[in-house]
């Protein structure tokens, strides 16, 4: 199937540290989404995507679509401790591949020293 | 709204057995979906639905079976549980795909464990 690289796997920070995470594709995409997991809880919608080159934000949390629209970059202002979990993010492809339904990258796993 | 709700939150089967995990969502969405997790990888789906009657395979349907009587309910049935099928099962739903109103939104998911 069709495969999202999300890097980095996982990141250890210092809190009041930024934090950038990606995912990239060879396929082109048209809607981008980002999640973020905490333990034992169902994924939440951190920010949406639908343009190339949209910039847009979410409190500490700013998300971009790649002019390219085969990857998408999120980062995390002045990190704090519960912004730890796993970060996901999701695409649509752009060809209609799929039905339209979201490719899931692996997740960044994130974790904050206070 | 309570959202999308799942039950039960945590099920041990033995192989063999049978199983119906619950989806419920009350925000009146058209498409609902079943993702399976497993540690360390993304999610996965199983099924997905675009609106009551109308279910299709997604990448993993091996194992297990969907139902969309109704637009509020979306179950999930395994036949013959096996080792295989332990996991975190995740229920989704939004409002269209693709595009704009195709944000999914999740439950608190199912752990299953087939011993």
């Known amino acids: 199937g069709q495969q999202l690289n999300q890097s980095p796997q996982s990141m250890f920070i210092q809190e009041g540290e930024d934090v950038s995470m990606n995912c990239t594709s060879s396929?082109?995409?048209?809607?981008w989404l980002w999640y973020k997991q905490d333990p034992g809880e169902g994924p939440v919608l951190l920010i949406a995507?639908?343009?190339?080159?949209e910039l847009t934000s979410n409190g500490r949390l700013t998300a971009q679509f790649g002019t390219t629209r085969k990857d998408s970059f999120l980062n995390i202002s002045a990190s704090i401790p519960s912004d730890v979990g796993i970060y996901f993010c999701?695409?649509?492809?752009?060809?209609?591949?799929?039905?339209?339904?979201?490719?899931f990258g692996k997740g960044t796993k994130l974790s904050v020293k206070p | 709204n309570a959202g999308v709700t799942q039950t039960p939150k945590f099920r041990i089967l033995k192989i063999g057995q049978s199983m119906t995990l619950q989806c419920t969502q009350d925000m009146n969405h058209n498409y609902m979906y079943w993702y399976r997790q497993d540690p360390g990888m993304g999610l996965k789906l199983i099924y997905y639905?675009?609106?009551?009657?109308?279910?299709d395979k997604g990448e993993v349907p091996n194992g297990y079976n969907v139902s969309r009587s109704t637009t509020e309910d979306f179950p999930l049935r395994l036949e013959l549980a096996a080792p295989s099928q332990t996991s975190v099962y995740f229920c989704?739903?939004?409002?269209?795909?693709?595009?704009?109103?195709?944000?999914?939104?999740f439950g608190p998911g199912t752990r299953l464990t087939v011993l």
């Open positions: 396929s082109i995409f048209n809607t």
């Open positions: 999701a695409g649509q492809l752009s060809d209609g591949g799929s039905q339209g339904n979201l490719i």
């Open positions: 639905s675009v609106g009551a009657g109308i279910t």
């Open positions: 995507l639908y343009k190339a080159g």
């Open positions: 989704a739903s939004s409002y269209s795909a693709p595009g704009l109103g195709s944000e999914q939104f």
